[in-house]
């Protein structure tokens, strides 16, 4: 037998095979990741009968997968987090979880903690803080009481003399929607830092979860709908994570895959997206 | 030939990205045809069915270890004055006496009503100072749910024989006698059954000739309450004992044992690969429950219809929420069922836990015939024959159960692991205990309830001694 013609015809036919897997991989794949048109259309429809207006431009086209991930509250300890905020070694302690040194007074309730300082502090940082220049220095704040200050959004508004910034996580690029920290400053220094933070744990991995697409999550959101005569508009549709329960105190916990809808008055709704079978 | 060589080199790299590229396709979920999934279409197929069978059978094969019917001791009483031999779980022999007795009780159990007649207690404590095998249970049987245990036929004696709590098996006259204390009062029973049985006697004189030969017949002087007028008031005695309260009258001296807490590991966190086994057990999706760690270190996985919670102590606590069904563990409506699947519950946790799995019924199973869709129940540990007392903040109980309707409503367990030390540690004496008991109640009078030898566990990880327990009556 001709060895040499056999490997040569094998070689063209496995070349031509793993051309129609690679290329059935690849669109499927694909497939599997877009959200087609009729679909699109067909949700906006059921929606809309249900008095929920929505753009189609607004429904996202590509399903994203973001994994489950376990998270650690940056309050591990009452006492210790208390002692490093307020940077002081000893601490008077007072009702209800509330600690005070230093003219600093630091509560916790649940997972939420409360800074103030009745004179304004860090004004080596804040001094010259201007609009243009927010970002950057809600960095050092936070570098400086030890916060992850890589991945954030940042949001900020004037009011009263005052900036109030709003801090909020991000995950794997993915927004923690329920958690964030509020800082109160001015020229003069820093007034107060309150809300809940998390950051992630690097001792356990991700792990893989099958969610729903968008549009069974705009299908689930009917049901949420309270009043059905009222006729609402969705004005945006974002992927993120949650902590879901805010109500008790976590020392870890696994955040859910949301999918936060925020309608034209401003109120914001989030779904689940986890699928439960 | 270098050409032959790349053609070569060529040929098995395509051979290896073929192979790759249809694993890829036949695992990733993504890449299937809608509805259609390989493994769940090859666990269908036959082999798969065949396969499956064999691994089934096999899981089957480890019984469970949680008594629900064998007595906590059995008693041989020899006949010959004070001289009887007490066993319990840690005999070898007892096995062995316990396989006899069960084969009598199924058979008594099953016999019409004409074999069974009214005896008085002088008859029931005569049969006890003869040849007689006495068993004694942790708690008291519904007399029906005793012969479904059993898998006794069907028989109107339980209509009679309404609960048991202590059982003495003797033969007379070339029949095998049953006698059943129906519940804790002075209603007693006798069974006769057809067939003989030269058993008993047999095993019960092997036993004498073995303590004759070892010189032990002095070591094994066991009186009951009853032999020594315990059981009665007179003079200046205040306290009563239970008539078949056992009186050892030789010190007695039982191995300590260590308590480990068995899914904490070495650097005190917990074993998630064992929670996450236990979550299926209570079908529970270790990957999409919501799950968060608390201030104390207890993980709590909440889902719709129930919250679990492992604490680094090692306590397991399942609760369904309000309204809600919980975990299913019985289609069934009665009580046989409920149990026994509960039985089968816990015991699946004990194995993938590594858990003690010795455990037995340490609640009364009265009335569970007439409420049979409502289950309480709770269980003990058994090490070294006896049972563990547990005391601690969240359970004084191995396992505690709650069910309605086949759905579990809560579900209590002290996770824990017991080993056998070398070191004895002898127990106060009898009389000793007896009377430190007694001066610790107030009241004028009082009645012991019951005295036997168990564990004590206060719920920390480390060595545990025998001792007395006492249940004065209240």
Same mark, same amino acid.
């Given at each position: 037998?001709?060895?040499?013609?056999?490997?040569? #015809?094998?070689?063209?036919?496995?070349?031509?095979?793993?051309?129609?897997?690679?290329?059935?991989? #690849?669109?499927?794949?694909?497939?599997?990741?877009?959200?087609?048109?009729?679909?699109?259309?067909?949700?906006?429809?059921?929606?809309?009968?249900?008095? #929920?207006?929505?753009?189609?431009?607004?429904?996202?086209?590509?399903?994203?997968?973001?994994?489950?991930?376990?998270?650690?509250?940056?309050?591990?300890?009452?006492?210790?987090?208390?002692?490093?905020?307020?940077?002081?070694?000893?601490?008077?302690?007072?009702?209800?979880?509330?600690?005070?040194?230093?003219?600093?007074?630091?509560?916790?309730?649940?997972?939420?903690?409360?800074?103030?300082? &009745?004179?304004?502090?860090?004004?080596?940082?804040?001094?010259?803080?201007?609009?243009?220049?927010?970002?950057?220095?809600?960095?050092?704040?936070?570098?400086?009481?030890?916060?992850?200050?890589?991945?954030?959004?940042?949001?900020?508004?004037?009011?009263?003399?005052?900036?109030?910034?709003?801090?909020?996580?991000?995950?794997?690029?993915?927004?923690?929607?329920?958690?964030? !920290?509020?800082?109160?400053?001015?020229?003069?220094?820093?007034?107060?830092?309150?809300?809940?933070?998390?950051?992630?744990?690097?001792?356990?991995?991700?792990?893989?979860?099958?969610?729903?697409?968008?549009?069974?999550?705009?299908?689930?959101?009917?049901?949420?709908?309270?009043?059905?005569?009222?006729?609402?508009?969705?004005?945006?549709?974002?992927?993120?994570?949650?902590?879901?329960?805010?109500?008790?105190?976590?020392? +870890?916990?696994?955040?859910?895959?949301?999918?936060?809808?925020?309608?034209?008055?401003?109120?914001?709704?989030?779904? *689940?997206?986890?699928?439960?079978? | 030939?270098?050409?032959?060589?790349?053609?070569?080199?060529?040929?098995?790299?395509?051979?290896?990205?073929?192979?790759?590229?249809?694993?890829?396709?036949?695992?990733?979920? &993504?890449?299937?045809?809608?509805?259609?999934?390989?493994?769940?279409?090859?666990?269908?197929?036959?082999?798969?069915?065949?396969?499956?069978?064999?691994?089934?059978?096999?899981?089957?094969?480890?019984?469970?270890?949680?008594?629900?019917?064998?007595?906590?001791?059995?008693?041989?009483?020899?006949?010959?004055?004070?001289?009887?031999?007490?066993?319990?779980?840690?005999?070898?022999?007892?096995?062995?006496?316990?396989?006899?007795?069960?084969?009598? !009780?199924?058979?008594?159990?099953?016999?019409?009503?004409?074999?069974?007649?009214?005896?008085?207690?002088?008859?029931?404590?005569?049969?006890?100072?003869?040849?007689?095998?006495?068993?004694?249970?942790?708690?008291?049987?519904?007399?029906?749910?005793?012969?479904?245990?059993?898998?006794?036929?069907?028989?109107?004696?339980?209509?009679?024989?309404?609960?048991?709590?202590?059982?003495? #098996?003797?033969?007379?006259?070339?029949?095998?006698?049953?006698?059943?204390?129906?519940?804790?009062?002075?209603?007693?029973?006798?069974?006769?059954?057809?067939?003989?049985?030269?058993?008993?006697?047999?095993?019960?004189?092997?036993?004498?000739?073995?303590?004759?030969?070892?010189?032990?017949?002095?070591?094994?002087?066991?009186?009951?309450?009853?032999?020594?007028?315990?059981?009665?008031?007179?003079?200046?005695?205040?306290?009563?004992?239970?008539?078949?309260?056992?009186?050892?009258?030789?010190?007695?001296?039982?191995?300590?044992?260590?308590?480990?807490?068995?899914?904490?590991?070495?650097?005190?966190?917990?074993?998630?690969?064992?929670?996450?086994?236990?979550?299926?057990?209570?079908?529970?999706?270790?990957? +999409?429950?919501?799950?968060?760690?608390?201030?104390?270190?207890?993980?709590?996985?909440?889902?719709?219809?129930?919250?679990?919670?492992?604490?680094?102590?090692?306590?397991?606590?399942?609760?369904?929420? *309000?309204?809600?069904?919980?975990?299913?563990?019985?289609?069934?409506?009665?009580?046989?069922?409920?149990?026994?699947?509960?039985?089968?519950?816990?015991?699946?946790?004990?194995?993938?836990?590594?858990?003690?799995? &010795?455990?037995?019924?340490?609640?009364?199973?009265?009335?569970?015939?007439?409420?049979?869709?409502?289950?309480?129940?709770?269980?003990?540990?058994?090490?070294?024959?006896?049972?563990?007392?547990?005391?601690?903040?969240?359970?004084?109980?191995?396992?505690?159960?709650?069910?309605?309707?086949?759905?579990?409503?809560?579900?209590?367990?002290?996770?824990?692991?017991?080993?056998?030390?070398?070191?004895?540690?002898?127990?106060?004496?009898?009389?000793?205990?007896?009377?430190?008991?007694?001066?610790?109640?107030?009241?004028?009078?009082?009645?012991?309830?019951?005295?036997?030898?168990?564990?004590?566990?206060?719920?920390?990880?480390?060595?545990?001694?025998?001792?007395?327990?006492?249940?004065?009556?209240?």
């Amino acid at each position: 037998m001709n060895w040499s013609r056999a490997k040569t #015809i094998l070689i063209i036919f496995f070349i031509v095979i793993n051309m129609i897997l690679l290329g059935t991989i #690849i669109h499927t794949t694909n497939k599997s990741d877009a959200v087609s048109t009729e679909v699109l259309d067909a949700t906006v429809e059921i929606l809309n009968s249900n008095k #929920i207006l929505i753009k189609k431009e607004l429904i996202p086209t590509k399903h994203v997968q973001i994994p489950y991930v376990e998270v650690n509250n940056i309050v591990g300890d009452y006492n210790e987090f208390a002692k490093k905020m307020l940077m002081s070694e000893t601490l008077q302690k007072g009702e209800q979880n509330t600690y005070y040194a230093n003219e600093q007074i630091i509560t916790f309730t649940a997972d939420n903690f409360q800074f103030t300082t &009745k004179t304004p502090l860090n004004s080596d940082i804040l001094l010259n803080i201007n609009d243009t220049n927010i970002e950057e220095k809600t960095k050092l704040i936070l570098k400086r009481y030890g916060f992850n200050y890589k991945d954030i959004k940042v949001n900020w508004l004037y009011a009263e003399n005052k900036y109030i910034i709003t801090v909020m996580q991000t995950i794997n690029g993915s927004l923690i929607f329920d958690s964030s !920290l509020k800082i109160e400053c001015s020229k003069d220094g820093l007034y107060s830092i309150y809300g809940t933070w998390f950051e992630k744990n690097t001792k356990y991995s991700n792990v893989d979860v099958k969610l729903k697409s968008v549009t069974s999550i705009l299908i689930d959101f009917i049901a949420k709908k309270t009043n059905t005569e009222d006729i609402i508009q969705i004005m945006s549709l974002e992927q993120g994570y949650s902590v879901y329960e805010n109500e008790t105190y976590h020392k +870890t916990l696994m955040l859910i895959p949301v999918w936060q809808i925020t309608l034209e008055d401003g109120t914001t709704h989030m779904i *689940d997206a986890r699928q439960t079978t | 030939m270098k050409k032959e060589r790349i053609k070569n080199i060529a040929l098995l790299s395509l051979i290896i990205l073929n192979v790759l590229l249809c694993s890829r396709i036949l695992i990733d979920k &993504k890449l299937w045809p809608h509805g259609y999934n390989f493994f769940v279409d090859r666990e269908n197929s036959f082999m798969g069915q065949v396969i499956d069978n064999i691994f089934q059978g096999q899981k089957n094969l480890s019984e469970s270890k949680v008594q629900l019917i064998s007595p906590q001791r059995i008693m041989l009483n020899t006949g010959y004055q004070s001289t009887r031999l007490s066993l319990d779980s840690s005999d070898e022999k007892y096995y062995e006496i316990n396989d006899m007795v069960q084969n009598i !009780l199924k058979q008594a159990m099953s016999e019409p009503s004409k074999s069974v007649t009214s005896v008085s207690k002088e008859d029931w404590y005569t049969v006890l100072t003869g040849k007689s095998i006495y068993l004694s249970y942790t708690t008291e049987f519904d007399s029906k749910l005793f012969a479904k245990f059993l898998s006794s036929k069907d028989s109107e004696i339980t209509n009679m024989i309404t609960s048991v709590s202590n059982v003495v #098996i003797s033969s007379a006259a070339g029949n095998t006698l049953v006698y059943i204390q129906n519940g804790h009062e002075d209603v007693y029973y006798k069974i006769s059954l057809s067939n003989a049985s030269t058993e008993i006697d047999s095993v019960i004189n092997y036993f004498q000739t073995q303590m004759d030969k070892k010189g032990d017949s002095g070591l094994n002087i066991i009186n009951y309450a009853f032999d020594l007028s315990f059981d009665t008031l007179f003079g200046g005695q205040k306290t009563i004992l239970n008539p078949m309260i056992p009186i050892y009258s030789n010190p007695q001296s039982f191995a300590t044992i260590n308590a480990e807490n068995p899914i904490l590991r070495l650097d005190n966190t917990l074993n998630h690969s064992v929670i996450d086994k236990i979550l299926k057990c209570f079908n529970i999706n270790a990957n +999409t429950v919501r799950r968060y760690t608390e201030a104390d270190g207890t993980m709590v996985f909440v889902e719709n219809n129930a919250t679990l919670k492992m604490s680094l102590s090692g306590v397991l606590e399942y609760t369904a929420k *309000d309204g809600a069904n919980g975990l299913k563990l019985s289609d069934s409506s009665n009580a046989y069922d409920n149990i026994t699947n509960v039985a089968n519950f816990i015991d699946n946790i004990n194995q993938i836990a590594t858990t003690e799995r &010795k455990l037995c019924v340490s609640s009364s199973l009265l009335n569970q015939e007439i409420k049979p869709t409502t289950l309480q129940i709770t269980f003990d540990y058994v090490v070294n024959g006896m049972p563990v007392i547990l005391s601690t903040p969240k359970t004084n109980h191995a396992v505690t159960v709650i069910a309605e309707n086949g759905y579990l409503k809560k579900y209590v367990q002290k996770l824990r692991s017991y080993h056998m030390t070398n070191e004895y540690v002898e127990i106060p004496e009898y009389i000793n205990a007896l009377d430190s008991a007694i001066a610790a109640k107030t009241s004028d009078t009082s009645e012991i309830a019951d005295m036997y030898t168990a564990y004590f566990d206060d719920g920390q990880v480390g060595s545990k001694t025998a001792n007395w327990k006492v249940d004065v009556k209240e």
